[in-house]
């Protein structure tokens, strides 16, 4: 820090060195047109003023009189919310669900009965004999998994990209499934699955079969999961998969525990499905596969930006490619893992408990 | 160098040539070093020189001013304008510095400049690994038809187990001969494939990637037959009787099944069970994708054929009532997506390393991709050479081939 002194003789220096230049107004020095927000020495505004200064030593270090407005153009959105995106891919996976839904209405009067065809050979069943309370535990461990997965989006960050991700793929995997069920319907997997009457015809009563699935969610705690023929892929297996790989990918890297417990809850959950009997092994290995692979795959697109302009992109030949590209298109990095409070609390409430998390911001600063 | 002042006529000349001033050599033909060196503006002035000029003799004064400076220097031996390692052309670094004598700039010899060594090749052919790959297709098709073999024990009888009701079935009754279709389509594709594939230059960076596919493909299928046996999908299905135990007779019957190819018009399709999914699905998509990425994209024609040749051999499976159309469409997802998958990440460098945002390297066959791909750099350009030498032939005055090379 400079002693007052130096201070005081800089102070002079430039003090005599400003009289030298303006009286003889070098105007070839400094023929910059200059805005300055007060007047100055000179009033007239009309001429370009004559600052006298050649580049670089400003009368502004000391006296702050002109002000040089250096715009800065305004930092673009690397993330924008667009909320609108994600209630379209809403609409889509709940047109999806319910295009299920009706499919599995219609593939049920399919099912063959099991007297005429028996469950098909199995080597999971072969090994391990049926266990009743099984599927509820899927049931359970996939209602749990669905509510973490819920309660951790509220506290992200960018809800609406991770939302809008989370149903454009859950609508895509839904929508595959619709197309597997319709074109071959595979029999029960085992004797003590009991299926609804079939309804020849009767189409009130086949939309009430709707509504009630849907309400219901298509579980069988809830009392819905009443129809067959929806074997081949496993819905369930998608739901414990998909939550699982989403609460992996958007929570922080530390919480390992975290990761691990919905891993175990999540494999339990697939694995009591086949324990239970209620899908063939390939149902829930397909399934696995696909949604995986479909999870990657789009997660790697929206995270290399490289990618989604390179010519050697072979993934862009999937038939999803236009629409990823319009939910994608402002999304310009990976989406960072920052959690913030879902709604914007009065920060004086918290002033004091907010220490322990250092990943939390206040809402105002969004 | 002698100094200039030595020079005689002749020398003068084939100075003024070197330095690219042949107008003068005329005019100075009497001319020694002497005077060369006491000429003058003046003397440009005056014709003949005036005539000969363009610019008053400024660039030759010039250049005879360099002369004797060149020549000052070197007599006075002044070491410090000087002072860098020069070699000589015979490429021997001399032990002191040689004073050329000439300050920077002013070189009359030969300097020579390393030139890196030719990087290495971007497509290295590394045989090996497409022989690793091949040995692990191989494994793969034989695993696959021991395991048909080994389902083919537990396919529920057709009086049992009736077929399961399918979509396409019930549009479109069977019709026989379509499945005979089916194959010869199959082979004219695959006997396409290994032409073009004979043609290529870089054979053995694309045969690694067809067979580590192939292997990848007909290895999910093992799994996905084994696991759970569906039923025949019709009634006219004849399978060979079930051999309970006999393993003499099952590894006969795998033989069979490998010399044939697995093919129905060889007589080696006779065993049942191996629905899910689709291996007539995944050939044919498989040598489709192959033959259109590594083919010229102006063949649009050869595209469309092979596209068409592939589409209606699938069409035919299902005509046919020999597939499900589940074990079709789970074929076909399956082979494009692994196809796009290992080529995209083939072609992206960020892809070949796993790092956080690469998720595709999750996948359990990444390490094994890492290791046929770390050394081929960008995308395998599509360069086509004949596989034997062509001169001998009296074919070799044709030249209307421009891409290929020898």
């Not at chain 2, 670094?93 to 390393?114: L, T």
């Not at chain 2, 259109?292 to 592939?310: G, Q, T």
């Amino acid at each position: 820090m400079a002693s007052p002194q130096l201070l005081r003789e800089v102070d002079s220096v430039d003090t005599q060195l400003d009289v030298h230049m303006e009286q003889h107004a070098g105007d070839l020095s400094n023929a910059f047109n200059r805005s300055s927000p007060s007047g100055n020495d000179e009033g007239s505004q009309s001429q370009p003023k004559q600052s006298t200064l050649p580049n670089g030593l400003r009368k502004s270090s000391r006296k702050h009189q002109d002000y040089i407005k250096i715009s800065v153009p305004e930092p673009k959105k690397r993330l924008p919310l667009e909320w609108w995106k994600t209630v379209i891919a809403f609409v889509y996976a709940l047109f999806n669900l319910v295009l299920t839904t009706v499919m599995i209405t219609v593939v049920h009067e399919r099912v063959p009965s099991k007297e005429i065809s028996p469950p098909l050979p199995d080597k999971f069943f072969d090994y391990v004999g049926r266990v009743e309370w099984a599927f509820s535990i899927s049931e359970i461990n996939g209602m749990i998994l669905v509510g973490l997965w819920c309660c951790q989006w509220l506290f992200l960050r960018y809800k609406s990209i991770a939302a809008r991700r989370f149903f454009f793929i859950m609508g895509t995997l839904y929508l595959y499934r619709c197309m597997t069920i319709y074109v071959t319907t595979l029999p029960v997997p085992s004797m003590h699955i009991k299926c609804a009457p079939k309804l020849h015809g009767d189409s009130q009563a086949k939309l009430q079969r709707i509504l009630r699935l849907i309400s219901g969610g298509g579980l069988s705690i809830t009392g819905s999961h009443i129809l067959c023929g929806d074997f081949l892929y496993s819905g369930h297996t998608v739901m414990l998969t998909l939550t699982y790989l989403f609460i992996k990918e958007y929570s922080p890297s530390r919480f390992w525990w975290y990761h691990l417990l919905c891993w175990l809850l999540s494999a339990v959950g697939v694995v009591c499905i086949l324990v239970g009997h209620e899908h063939y092994t390939v149902d829930v290995v397909i399934a696995y596969y696909i949604t995986t692979r479909l999870f990657w795959w789009y997660h790697t697109m929206a995270n290399i930006q490289t990618l989604r302009s390179s010519p050697q992109n072979y993934l862009s030949r999937s038939w999803w490619n236009p629409v990823f590209r319009f939910f994608e298109k402002n999304v310009q990095t990976k989406v960072p893992c920052s959690f913030s409070w879902p709604i914007n609390w009065p920060p004086s409430c918290f002033k004091s408990s907010c220490k322990n998390y250092s990943m939390v911001q206040s809402g105002r600063r969004q | 160098m002698k100094k200039v002042v030595y020079w005689s006529s002749e020398e003068v000349s084939s100075w003024l040539t070197e330095e690219g001033m042949p107008e003068y050599s005329d005019s100075f033909q009497h001319l020694n070093g002497e005077d060369l060196l006491r000429l003058t503006e003046a003397d440009f002035k005056k014709p003949p020189l005036s005539l000969v000029s363009s610019d008053n003799g400024q660039q030759l004064l010039g250049k005879i001013e360099t002369l004797n400076i060149e020549h000052h220097i070197e007599a006075h031996k002044n070491g410090h304008a000087n002072g860098h390692l020069i070699k000589g052309n015979n490429g021997d670094i001399s032990s002191k510095a040689k004073r050329s004598g000439m300050p920077n700039g002013f070189r009359n010899e030969m300097v020579q400049i390393h030139m890196p060594m030719p990087e290495k090749s971007h497509f290295p052919m590394e045989w090996g690994k497409t022989a690793l790959a091949f040995i692990y297709a191989l494994f793969c098709f034989v695993l696959t038809t021991v395991m048909i073999s080994v389902v083919h024990e537990r396919v529920p009888p057709k009086e049992e187990t009736p077929p399961l009701p399918d979509k396409f079935f019930e549009i479109f009754d069977r019709v026989e001969w379509a499945f005979s279709i089916c194959e010869i389509n199959g082979m004219i594709l695959v006997a396409l494939w290994l032409i073009q594939w004979t043609l290529l230059k870089y054979k053995s960076i694309v045969g690694r990637r067809f067979f580590f596919i192939v292997g990848t493909l007909y290895l999910y299928r093992c799994i996905t037959m084994y696991i759970t046996t569906l039923p025949v999908p019709g009634m006219h299905f004849q399978c060979s009787p079930k051999l309970l135990g006999d393993w003499e007779a099952q590894m006969r019957r795998v033989i069979k099944m490998i010399a044939g190819g697995g093919l129905s018009i060889t007589g080696s399709h006779t065993m049942c069970g191996d629905y899910l999914y689709s291996g007539h699905t995944v050939i044919l998509t498989l040598t489709y994708l192959f033959i259109k990425e590594y083919s010229p994209r102006r063949f649009w024609w050869y595209h469309w054929i092979c596209w068409f040749l592939s589409v209606v051999g699938i069409f035919c499976i299902l005509l046919a009532h020999d597939h499900y159309t589940v074990d079709v469409v789970v074929a076909y997802y399956i082979t494009t997506r692994l196809f796009w998958w290992y080529h995209t990440m083939a072609n992206q460098q960020i892809l070949k390393e796993a790092t956080n945002t690469n998720f595709f390297s999750r996948v359990w066959w990444y390490r094994a991709f890492q290791y046929l791909e770390q050394n081929v750099s960008g995308t395998v350009p599509r360069n086509y050479q004949l596989p034997f030498p062509w001169r001998a032939t009296p074919f070799s005055r044709n030249v209307k081939y421009t891409r290929l090379d020898t």
